[in-house]
């Protein structure tokens, strides 16, 4: 599986931007897939995910509300769509794939198989 995030920019604090990841190589089907971000200096964050059958999302609970993720399955692409953003949410954005993710590891970035280059996100105060 190759992921391609995509979408992140330069925004002002309250904005809103929505991140893309393509999937290719083969179907998401049974795959788990995942967001996590990370910032300079700091570990690897669980931003959120989706069990591509289904579409069962969840969110961090210091994101819910502010962040969504949804599929389309006829593009085989996630989407993250991240409203009311900080400054603290200034962070390189990932997206992973997963094929044994179960709920108990679904935070956990080494249960994901795959991972995509990130994209920049920076929010200015």
């Known amino acids: 599986v190759q992921l391609q995030a995509s979408g992140g920019g330069l925004v002002q604090a309250g904005d809103s931007l929505k991140l893309s990841c393509a999937a290719s190589?083969?179907?998401?089907?049974?795959?788990?897939m995942g967001w996590f971000r990370q910032a300079p200096g700091k570990e690897r964050e669980f931003v959120g995910g989706?069990?591509?059958?289904?579409?069962?999302?969840w969110s961090e609970d210091s994101m819910r509300g502010r962040f969504t993720i949804s599929r389309d399955i006829a593009k085989n692409t996630i989407y993250l769509q991240m409203d009311s953003l900080k400054p603290e949410d200034t962070a390189a954005y990932f997206c992973?794939?997963?094929?044994?993710?179960?709920?108990?590891?679904?935070?956990?970035?080494?249960?994901?198989?795959?991972w995509g280059p990130g994209t920049q996100v920076t929010v200015s105060s």
């Open positions: 989706i069990r591509w059958n289904g579409g069962i999302t």
């Open positions: 992973a794939a997963g094929s044994r993710v179960i709920n108990t590891t679904r935070r956990i970035a080494s249960s994901y198989d795959y």
């Open positions: 190589g083969r179907t998401l089907r049974g795959y788990v």
